[in-house]
């Protein structure tokens, strides 16, 4: 596989554009679309937050009835369109009827996502009169890809995009390509109908919906499901997969180069998301393994990504490996302290942290001070933590806290 | 109830002290001892954390075997004794048995707390060159229980105590006192063998060992549990009860006014470490009602404690009602959104935040600028969630995230 400099529009057969209608009073862009002629089988997997933005609640409720024509994806940034009750789902609903409508297409057929703040309604009338040119701009190039990444952003420093093209068993050659979006309110807990974080992925590979679902099901949870900003489970995570069959070729469902494309796409968005943490200074990668089962492994792996004081000590590169154990230990991982071991990865080299459940000897004179030297060189740090109680393994990504993620969420909005 | 100034002294029979042993640097005291001549029974409640402190796995030892014998408490602070292994567990026994012989007590009388660093062990020499003068200063006075009190903190920016005089059923004259500790590393979820926070409260009623762990795992769960400065659940979390029976009387495990009084003497204590959580500006009291079980309504109001973004908010004053709304979302708590009513409680008044699952009508203009005067102003804020699902109530304790909080986790100690 090579990884290839792209997004989703890297497959045969999908457009893309971004605009500013002016939801951002900053007029940065914040109206993306996602289109493909040739109709698409879709799938989705959602937030499990009960409270559940409109947006949310339309895909999942229009990938249950026909989830086999679908043509793309309006996206808005700047307001979440959740808690905005009746009214927000309205809103919603006009804003892709109104897409549906210039492109020529049912409006059943899209698919809408929003991020943003919590609340504040659409401005719909706004991003009525900018669909027009958003529809104009739809580009099959890396320069409409770029533009719909850009749009989605809210709290993000950089786009995050990834693209690949392999050849599967029978010999066709597809693309899968990938955008997402994600800074704060990350804790991703999506399920089959479950951040904010927003990921689209697009394939010319010809695959059936349920096959789709199957592989963004399993791929997803393993990637977007295993990052931690915030441990904020937000009210709009959104991850959408798309597959027109432009590629031609037969189905495609249980390909397993077509698996691996797609999980490196979406592995390769989420550790971007994790990087991109409000505030962030470093990505944190935990690598679990020795746990009694994958559940264990996962959450394990989870807890030292959210551990505020595990995040605050990445960001001082202070080598307090009692707060990894702390965190592993109130994880519901089973283990038993004795067996446990931990160090951090540096090139090819581990360096102990945890000998057996005791810190690594000369971890309190010297060995302290050169972890703190590579804890401060390293921009991306990783833990391999072995819990010593059976054969399952997880990883999960994270960041450090930062003053910056504390002024960044601090600020008075209104 | 009067409320009273005074601390474990304040019983009848209990006599504490504090010194410096030099285990902080700072030669600020870090041992304390508690005592009563009279045996006390004595309950306990502990971290669920799987990496248990020695002197956790020690205390909940010897109170499975004699609770009914017990004669006070070793408490050293600056250092965890946490993964530290068996020369951990030895050299917390050397410490309590050393306590024991000078006081003239079986070493098994004695209940061995520690909060600190986790990883570095105990420097046992330090602290036994300390304890004479530890026992020679044990005093039955309120400077006894403030030289005890002062000599448990670690991070903490002043000392928790509280006592109570109270008369049973029967008449007797009860007194209750307590001290506790914790300010970092606090989301305390003790079992009956289950923060670091540390707790002590005496009592010279005369209850049975079986009694006073009904009332404390009771009032416990209900104080200590409910309080979340940073979600981290410690390793060294010990909330523990004495009851010597000093005042006399009847065997007072069921009397109401005694259960009212420790639970008064414990919520006072877990407001405090709240209200001193690391960086803390404000005090986040959350009272959840309309849930529909008990569990239901911790889940949410605990959440809503938790959220780094609903904490971050809360230092800037900002009344980003869809932080609070998205918490209570994936607290896992029952409820639909749009029977979900959140106000900011303003002395006497209500102000309403969310009603019916959108944000409070005019919130977006002139309203949004007077809840963040509120907020601004308010020292103790205090939010009303009626999550509209069934008859069950709450309440949870937390603190605001501020620059503070990432200055003290990130400094790098070595």
């Known amino acids: ?66 989830p086999g024509r679908i043509h793309g994806a309006v996206v808005v940034s700047g307001v979440a369109n959740a808690l905005t009750g009746p009214a927000g789902r309205a809103d919603q609903e006009e804003v892709t009827r109104a897409a549906a409508e210039l492109l020529g297409v049912p409006p059943e057929s899209l698919l809408p996502a929003a991020t943003g703040v919590i609340g504040p309604r659409i401005p719909v009338e706004k991003v009525r009169r900018a669909l027009p040119e958003a529809v104009r701009q739809l580009a099959s190039d ?48 999506m399920g089959p109908l479950h951040a904010t974080t927003l990921g689209f992925v697009t394939t010319d590979a010809r695959v059936t919906p349920a096959g789709l679902e199957r592989l963004l099901t399993r791929e997803g949870d393993r990637t977007f499901n295993m990052i931690c900003v915030d441990g904020d489970t937000s009210t709009n995570d959104t991850l959408l997969a798309f597959s027109n069959g432009a590629a031609g070729g037969p189905v ?81 991982a089973d283990f038993a302290v004795e067996h446990l071991n931990v160090s951090l990865v540096e090139g090819a080299r581990n360096l102990p942290l945890i000998v057996g459940g005791i810190p690594a000897p000369g971890l309190d004179n010297g060995g302290g001070q050169r972890i703190h030297a590579v804890l401060q060189r390293q921009q991306e740090v990783t833990l391999d933590v072995d819990l010593g109680a059976g054969p399952a393994a997880a990883v999960a990504w994270g960041c450090d806290l930062s003053y910056g993620y504390v002024h960044i969420n601090a600020a008075y909005r209104t």
Do not use: W
Request: aromatic share 2%; glycine share 12%; with cysteine.
């Open 1 to 66: 596989m090579i990884q290839i400099s792209g997004g989703v529009t890297h497959p045969h057969g999908f457009r893309a554009s971004g605009v500013a209608s002016g939801i951002k009073r900053s007029l940065r862009p914040d109206l993306a679309l996602l289109f493909t002629d040739r109709p698409a089988a879709a799938a989705g997997i959602f937030t499990t937050n009960r409270v559940r933005a409109a947006p949310v609640e339309m895909c999942a409720e229009r990938l249950s009835h026909d």
């Open 142 to 189: 890396r320069e409409g890809s770029s533009h719909a990444a850009h749009a989605i952003l809210t709290t993000d420093t950089g786009p995050k995009e990834a693209a690949t093209t392999v050849r599967l068993a029978d010999g066709t050659r597809v693309r899968v390509g990938g955008m997402a979006k994600g800074s704060g309110m990350i804790a991703p807990a």
């Open 252 to 332: 495609a469902d249980d390909d397993p180069a077509l698996g691996t494309a797609v999980g490196q796409i979406l592995e390769s968005l989420a550790r971007a998301v994790a990087k991109d943490g409000e505030g962030a200074t470093k990505l944190l990668t935990i690598r679990v393994r020795g746990a009694s089962d994958s559940e264990h492994a996962r959450r394990a792996a989870k807890a030292v990504a959210r551990s505020t004081l595990v995040k605050t000590a990445l960001f001082g590169a202070d080598p307090n490996v009692g707060r990894i154990a702390c965190a592993l230990g109130y994880s519901g």
